[in-house]
């Protein structure tokens, strides 16, 4: 068979202070892309993430990773931690005025459905802030540094998600 | 016997939830309904191979996706400036050719890595460092998001990879948005400032979804 995304399923939250897509990693697949075009929010924020396993969702100190900010009217900013963070920071920025301005995400997951290893993200976003007139767009990777079955991911903020949508694909 | 070989009432169908035995013409009709289950969720909408005729290619076929995937192969100009191979939306036919912004990461080989952004620039950002020289190309995919929202603006991603005599291989990625609220009519792929695209497969897909 031809390789190609095998559409898994589609989450949508409505007025969430979290969204969780749960049950979206399986054994059939060893890597998954989450795409996200449709985000809406009543203020502006960070996105992070956490995944969630057989307990539940992981607020311990297990995530690494690194991130760099790129704007379109000022040098870029780049953070990292190697292992002490209780999140996967900096998903993306979404701004609230008028929605139209929260964009793209495609997150590849890797190894979640592994009890022998770590899973491992990589992702590319970008948003726009309607007040600041910029840009945000934002690469990186993150680790879950737990060897562990991952079952499915959470992404919060501070605030709700007014709306949004992810279309969840497996990669064969 | 009623549809799908069920007596009397046949089961609703749905993707990923198909019930029964299916003729090719149920297989067809399912499938212009949009109910009947193949998995490849990356649909090919056009493909076009460079051959130096002109300097740039529309792509006013978007289909109905919120992603779409456009991907550039072994692209080549006919010029042996380099420049960019970039994108713009096209609104009502007309290729838009101001009010972007994008930032840019750029890493080259020689150890060099330098960072560049607008917030008033004539597109997307694409493929840099494009010209004509032999085995020097660029290549590269970008995702375009909303394209078809008319109350959303149009973004895109990018990542990319070239190599010229001239700048050592060298990497780039980065984001891109036209902060206007609209429908768009197609996407034009480009040669950025003169000549021909020479060579090259530039193709445009979308990432269907089922809600």
């Not at chain 1, 100190?61 to 760099?68: G, I, K, P, R, T």
Request: hydrophobic content about 30%.
């Amino acid at each position: 068979m031809a390789s190609n995304l095998h559409f898994i399923k589609q989450v949508e939250g409505t007025t969430v202070a979290d969204f969780n897509m749960t049950d979206i990693f399986t054994s059939e697949f060893e890597t998954y892309q989450i795409m996200i075009a449709k985000w809406d929010t009543a203020n502006d924020d960070y996105t992070y993430g956490r995944i969630i396993n057989a307990s539940g969702v992981d607020t311990g100190s297990n995530y690494a990773y690194a991130v760099q900010i790129l704007y379109s009217d000022q040098a870029f900013y780049n953070d990292g931690k190697s292992n002490s963070s209780t999140t996967m920071s900096y998903l993306n920025y979404c701004y609230p005025a008028g929605n139209e301005n929260n964009g793209g995400l495609v997150l590849t997951v890797y190894n979640p459905n592994s009890s022998s290893s770590y899973t491992y993200f990589t992702f590319q976003s970008v948003t726009f802030g309607n007040i600041a007139n910029r840009l945000y767009g934002m690469k990186g990777i993150y680790v879950h540094k737990v060897a562990e079955t991952v079952t499915g991911l959470q992404l919060g903020r501070t605030g709700n998600f007014d709306h949004i949508v992810a279309d969840i694909y497996g990669v064969k | 016997m009623s549809e799908y070989g069920y007596i009397p009432e046949s089961p609703a169908q749905s993707f990923g939830n198909n019930k029964g035995i299916f003729s090719p013409n149920d297989i067809y009709d399912l499938t212009r309904a949009d109910k009947y289950t193949q998995y490849g969720q990356l649909d090919l909408i056009e493909s076009v191979t460079a051959d130096d005729s002109v300097a740039y290619y529309d792509f006013d076929n978007l289909g109905d996706y919120d992603i779409h995937f456009i991907t550039a192969n072994n692209i080549q100009g006919a010029s042996t400036t380099a420049q960019n191979l970039d994108i713009r939306v096209k609104v009502s036919g007309t290729a838009i050719t101001s009010g972007y912004h994008f930032g840019n990461q750029l890493g080259s080989s020689n150890g060099t890595f330098s960072e560049s952004y607008s917030n008033s620039y004539s597109q997307f950002y694409f493929l840099p460092n494009v010209d004509n020289e032999t085995n020097a190309t660029a290549n590269g995919y970008s995702y375009i998001y909303n394209a078809l929202d008319s109350k959303k603006y149009t973004f895109q991603t990018f990542q990319v990879v070239a190599s010229q005599s001239t700048h050592t291989p060298r990497f780039s990625y980065g984001m891109g948005v036209y902060p206007t609220a609209n429908q768009c009519s197609g996407l034009r792929v480009f040669m950025a400032t003169t000549g021909n695209i020479d060579e090259g497969n530039i193709t445009l897909y979308g990432i269907k979804a089922y809600s």
